[in-house]
Structure formats: C-alpha cells, structure tokens
T-cell receptor, first 112, second 118 residues
C-alpha cells in the first residue's frame, strides 16, 4: 500500500530565499506523485505532477520537484520565496486505480 | 471550464443530528472522491466512485456515513447521526480517468464544506 511522509510539519523562510519542502513516499508500483497547495479558506490547487516522464518536473509559480526513485523522494523546491507562497503544501502519491493518498502537510511561512 | 461545486460551504449541527453534503463534479469526469480533512491533518479518502460504482470505501465509517452517486454525475455524502469527531472539512474532487488501467491524472478539488458538530 502506498504512503507519504512529509518530513517537516512547518517550514519558515525569509522572502527571497530558497524553499525546500521534503517528501518521501512508499509505493508497491510505479507511482504518480503530486504536490498540491492549500491557501487559507481556499480549495486545493495542483502545483505539479510526476507521471513517469521527466524526473524534474516544473510547476506553477516557479515551483519544481525532482523524482528520485533510489531515495523514494519527491522534494518540492523554489529558488526564491514570495510572500504569496505562504500556505499549506501536500505531497500526494497515486497508484493503479487512481487512489490518491495525502501526506500530513507542511505549513510554509514566509517572513518579510 | 467550471470547477467542482460543493454545497453548503459551512454547516453547524448538534451531535446526533444528520447532515448531507452535495457535490457536482467537472463535466465528463468519471472519478469522484470524498475526502475528510480534520484540522491539522492531510485529507483522508472516505470514498471513491468510478462513474456510479464504488471503487474504494474502506475508510468510510459505514455505521454513520453513506454516499451515493446517482447516474454517475452528482454525489451526496450523508452523516447520520453526527458525532463531535466528525467536525472537519469535507472535500469533493473529480478526475477525468474513466478506467482503472489509465494511470493517475490529477484530481480537481472543490472548496469544501466545513462541518462543525457541537
């Protein structure tokens, strides 16, 4: 059965500095992986997805993630944080049958 | 395109009362999900439909929760009777995938229904 571990429940960065949100997964098959963002009182929005094509995936708003099978990781990065990036981020794994399993989430705080 | 529509946005009920949530997925999306998101936790899958059939309801507390998807389009989720621990945001999502062998297109989420049980 698939599972997701987000290694940090909270991350705090200064505006203009890099962002790193860490995610490890467990899957019996070749998974698809997603990052979603949730702003307060808003719905979940897809940032990017990996579906067995290029291992470096680019998403919206300057975010990207790299799939590393040997490390079972799918960390989310952004070179320079913006105040508007403050939100909760979820790493999601999906296997055959399209069942989506969410991690516990990482709250990103951006300081001015 | 129109997104996933959910109603109501907010609901406050007393314990032991019943409540129902409604979801209208994106037109043409075969897969529909209901998730429960308790404060401070990631969303947990309650039930997954493909067209009007149930794919996975292993985490649905069937003694009090029920869900249906009539004609493979709209869906309702019901809780009867509600407990205090049911306080959460209930998220509906849909995805295009029509057959299980086609992997993993992304899911689109509604804004959710925030349920408070007092």
């Amino acid at each position: 059965a698939q599972s997701v571990t987000q290694l940090d429940s909270h991350v705090s960065v200064s505006e203009g500095t890099p962002v790193l949100l860490r995610c490890n997964y467990s899957s019996s098959y070749s998974p698809s992986l997603f990052w979603y963002v949730q702003h307060p009182n808003k719905g979940l929005q897809l940032l990017l997805k990996y579906t067995s094509a290029a291992t470096l995936v680019k998403g919206i708003n300057g975010f990207e993630a790299e799939f590393k099978k040997s490390e079972t990781s799918f960390h989310l990065t952004k070179p320079s944080a913006h105040m508007s990036d403050a939100a909760e981020y979820f790493c999601v794994v999906s296997e055959y049958g399209n069942k989506l399993v969410f991690g516990a989430g990482t709250i990103l705080r951006v300081k001015s | 395109e129109a997104g996933v529509a959910q109603s109501p946005r907010y609901k406050i009920i007393e314990k032991r009362q019943s409540v129902a949530f409604w979801c209208n997925p994106i037109s043409g999306h075969a897969t529909l999900y209901w998730y429960q998101q308790i404060l401070g936790q990631g969303p947990k899958l309650l039930i997954q439909f493909q067209n009007n059939g149930v794919v996975d309801d292993s985490q649905l507390p069937k003694d009090r929760f029920s869900a249906e998807r009539l004609k493979g389009v709209d869906s309702t989720l019901k809780i009867q009777p509600a407990k205090l621990e049911d306080s959460a945001v209930y998220l509906c999502a849909s995805s295009l995938v029509g057959e299980a062998r086609y992997l993993n297109t992304e899911a689109f989420f509604g804004q959710g229904t925030r349920l408070t049980v007092v």
